[in-house]
């Protein structure tokens, strides 16, 4: 005779409710949005449907629209012109830039919403690398000099959390000793902990027209085919004074996100790519996969494996079928 029945916890919808053991929740969502210059341009990316490049004054209303759905926390991402950018980055930090405006518009329009800035050279940079490049190769430390004075100015026009997507060595240690100096002791730091040299990327390179001029990322970024290596990536930042620890992309590496997860007691963040959002949208849009079903099993997989924060795109539909429901 059988005395476990597994399927006894299953009968009923809410039996089922009662024994989930994930459930998302708005408050785990940053949404990643994306600026550019001009007026009244929301511009969708052809290979992120449902996503927009927007100007500022767009972007605002975005922002807007987003808070009341119950969505407060935003990642922002520039998009600039080739004509800006340098070898060094310098538009990164100078006063009154695209970014940094865009930062200290938000925070006086809407001080209840928390930025999460993206510290790194490749929108600014006239190589499309994260780093300073000499003779092909990606100058670790002369980089690390541009990513403080990048989190810096962050900071100065208010920015809750700076997110260095950079992965070069010593990052997490020298912007939190930059930001000390300047006197942001409470601005929180993101570290891009385990970000892999992915193929998962191509549509946000879309967006932000920010892919390599030369080679790739393979450098700075890690091999997918790499997992313990993200231990070490971790405990460095984890001893460098990083808040949070993020992995990217997401659904390739569950595997990552619950490794950290067991080894550090720090929020474990991860981001649901471009990538990985083209790719439900494409088949939802072909009608080969039902599109909301996949996405929401897509965020839980990510819940469960242990991320307490995840970066997606799908923000926006989490809030409306939520909300449904």
């Not at 408050?27 to 600026?35: E, G, H, M, R, T």
């Not at 290979?47 to 500022?56: E, F, Q, V």
């Not at 191509?202 to 993200?230: H, I, V, W």
């Not at 659904?251 to 490794?259: E, G, H, Q, R």
Request: hydrophobic share 40%; charged share 25%.
């Amino acid at each position: 005779m059988l005395t476990r029945r597994p399927r006894r916890n299953r009968q009923s919808a809410t039996i089922r409710q009662l024994v989930q053991e994930t459930h998302l929740h708005l408050q785990d969502f940053i949404y990643p949005v994306f600026v550019t210059e001009g007026t009244q341009q929301p511009v969708e990316i052809s290979s992120m449907p449902g996503i927009y490049r927007h100007s500022l004054d767009s972007l605002l209303k975005e922002i807007e629209s987003c808070l009341e759905k119950g969505i407060t926390a935003f990642a922002p991402f520039p998009q600039l012109p080739e004509a800006k950018k340098d070898k060094y980055a310098q538009e990164s930090y100078r006063a009154g830039s695209l970014y940094l405006e865009t930062i200290r518009q938000i925070k006086a329009r809407f001080p209840e919403a928390c930025l999460f800035t993206d510290v790194a050279m490749d929108p600014y940079s006239s190589d499309g690398h994260d780093g300073i490049v000499e003779a092909g190769t990606i100058l670790n430390d002369e980089t690390l000099e541009v990513l403080g004075k990048m989190a810096v100015a962050q900071a100065q026009a208010g920015a809750d959390v700076v997110a260095p997507s950079d992965m070069m060595d010593g990052r997490v240690g020298y912007l939190r000793a930059a930001l000390d100096q300047a006197g942001f002791q409470q601005v929180a730091i993101m570290a891009y902990t385990a970000k892999y040299a992915s193929a998962f990327y191509g549509p946000f390179r879309d967006a932000l027209d920010s892919a390599p001029k030369s080679g790739d990322k393979k450098t700075y970024q890690m091999d997918p085919a790499n997992q313990r290596e993200a231990l070490i990536e971790a405990e460095l930042d984890f001893t460098e004074g990083a808040d949070f620890m993020m992995v990217k992309p997401a659904l390739a590496y569950l595997d990552v996100i619950s490794l950290l997860k067991q080894h550090f007691d720090i929020p474990i963040a991860a981001y649901n790519v471009s990538g990985e959002y083209a790719m439900i949208k494409a088949a939802a849009q072909n009608n080969w996969l039902d599109g909301e079903r996949i996405m929401w099993e897509s965020l839980l997989s990510i819940k469960r494996a242990g991320a307490s924060i995840i970066l997606s795109y799908f923000a926006k539909e989490v809030a409306d079928l939520l909300d449904r429901s």
